[in-house]
């Protein structure tokens, strides 16, 4: 008899199988306490190394190490049940070669129990997607607006406004879903060039910041909860959990310095 759990979290086939159906909905998340609301509502939760600048304070993401992805990564898994949970592979931990890409995510997916890794690059990456995805790990594709390569890009520039841009686009796209990519997410994209893309391939596509065309949306969780003072322009703020913040932490303050130390009052007497 196996003592081995049934699985229960959604897999990374289950995305793919959603191709064309239902709309995935997906959010990032980097530490338990949030992972655990978002996962009663999300299909999958991307632990992004958009953590370094949103937990860190890092100006772009080129600065995350491995380490502090399996960090957040562990406490995401930790705090979740159902969701698929997808880790990114940092900048300099897979581009040098598949089997550089292989042992440090096969170290994402043993350390953290995540379901799957994500990695930027289209064409170029291809070779690798096709090297992990047959030893075992799922790869999320990432094309389009790729923050990783921010200082080769000189900014965070919208993709496709020239058509000319396209075919190199969908080129990407393809070649990613051909190397055996589960999903793909498209960033920054002009909303023609994401439905092109999202009616050639048989991978479902998740957009940010891509239109309403993609097979699914992710958001940043800090952004579309108003943490961030100044959001992306597509980012819809639901929350104001920034000002909300602000405005308990100085009736907090207040209370301290008029000598109330608000709730001591009812223990240790
Ligand atoms: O790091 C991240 O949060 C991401 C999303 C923007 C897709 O890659």
Redesign the pocket.
Known sequence: MSTQKPIRRTTAPQITRRKGGDPIVSL?SYHAHTAAIVDEYADFI?V????GMVMHGMES?VGVSLELMIMHGKAVVRGTKKALVVV?MPFGTYEESPSEAFRNAARVMKETQCGAV?L?GGVRMAETINFLTERGIPVMA?TGLT?QSVNVMGGFRTQGRDEDTWAMHEADARAVADAGAFSI?L?GMVEPLAARITSQIPIPT?G?GASPECDGQ?L?LEDMLGLNPTPPKFVKVYGNLGGQIEAAVKAYADEVKARKFPGEEQVYR
Not at 48 to 51: E, T, V
């Open positions: 990032t991307l992004g190394d958009s953590l993401t990114d994500k930027e990432h923050p997410v960033e998740i940010i992710i940043v």
